[in-house]
């Protein structure tokens, strides 16, 4: 399979996964509602206007916008510049333009997934949050493997 639509498919698969499942919370919970899935997972309904966690709401959706923007576009600067790490960059990618999409068409981001163990409680998110999440991990990874490697 060809890069470009190895990296498209990756990409397609995150974003319409993210926008289907978001849009299914938004037409099915009403703001603040929580369903029980386990007793360590919830299903709930949130609108974040802000950046990861909820923080740095003051600065507006249009800040958000624009660094999402250029985050994307740096991250297709990586890839054409790249030889490696291209599943990673296409969840980051993927995950970045899932709630850019938000961004655009809700005015926040919605988010839907409310983790917890024992007293140890994970703010919500989504699944482009967890997309870029895993994504970041394993391109850092990837990269410092590489470097370990080159310099054995």
């Known amino acids: 399979?060809?890069?470009?639509?190895?990296?498209?498919?990756?990409?397609?698969?995150?974003?319409?996964?993210?926008?289907i499942t978001k849009y299914l919370i938004?037409?099915?919970?009403?703001?603040?509602?929580?369903?029980?899935?386990?007793?360590f997972l919830h299903l709930v309904s949130i609108?974040?206007?802000?950046?990861?966690?909820g923080m740095f709401k003051s600065l507006g959706n249009v800040f958000f916008i624009i660094v999402?923007?250029?985050?994307?576009?740096?991250?297709?600067?990586?890839?054409?510049?790249?030889?490696?790490?291209?599943?990673?960059?296409?969840?980051?990618?993927?995950?970045?333009t899932?709630?850019?999409i938000d961004r655009i068409v809700y005015g926040h981001v919605v988010d839907f997934i409310d983790l917890s163990?024992?007293?140890?409680h994970w703010y919500a998110f989504n699944i482009a949050d967890s997309a870029l999440t895993v994504g970041v991990i394993m391109f850092?990874?990837?990269?410092?493997?590489?470097k370990h490697r080159a310099k054995h």
């Open 1 to 19: 399979m060809k890069r470009t639509t190895y990296v498209l498919l990756i990409v397609t698969l995150v974003i319409a996964i993210d926008q």
């Open 26 to 39: 938004v037409t099915y919970l009403n703001l603040s509602d929580s369903v029980k899935i386990f007793s």
């Open 47 to 53: 609108r974040n206007t802000g950046a990861a966690f």
């Open 68 to 96: 999402s923007v250029i985050a994307i576009l740096f991250v297709l600067w990586l890839m054409v510049r790249g030889k490696e790490g291209y599943f990673s960059l296409s969840l980051i990618l993927g995950g970045a």
């Open 98 to 100: 899932g709630n850019l």
């Open 117 to 120: 163990i024992g007293k140890f």
């Open 140 to 146: 850092f990874l990837g990269s410092t493997l590489l």
